[in-house]
């Protein structure tokens, strides 16, 4: 078995959580930059990660509080699907990914962060980009600001959506 190690992520696993929801939070910002917001669509939005697991780390989030995945409308989940289509889209034209990694993590114990809002993760993924960095140094190396993401992300989702 392969172990992928992320020890970078325990600043934001053992940072203080806050008691307000983040996606909800950003959502009523009226900076899309500043909250890494890269699309809004009309039932769900696409928001970089700010503690990624790759670069372009993406979440896809339906507007509407919940937790659950069966508490959607049917418009609601269609447009979770369609805008993570977009984004995949996206990403692929903006940072050439060889695949990716989707997924929803429903819960304390499936490991969501963020439990009390549903959101969907899609990582980009290169052959070879996990190395032994994280493991030796404590040390997660992505090779791209999360601006410089967001800026060429925002692009291509432009082009796509024209």
Known sequence: MNVLWAPWRGTYVTAPKPDVCIFCEALAAADDRSRL??????????MLNQFPYNSGHVMVVPYRHTARLDALSAEEAAA????????????????????????????RAAGAGIEDHLHL????????DTNFMPVVAATKVLPQHLEDTYDRLRAALGARLR
Do not use: C, K, M
Request: proline residues 4%; positive net charge.
């Open 37 to 46: 917001i890269v699309h809004r669509d009309v039932h769900a939005f696409v």
């Open 80 to 107: 979770v699907v369609r805008v993570t289509a977009l984004a995949i889209g996206a990403l692929e034209a903006a940072l050439a990914p060889q695949g990716f990694n989707v997924g929803l993590n429903l819960g």
């Open 121 to 128: 993760h899609v990582v980009p993924r290169w052959v070879g």
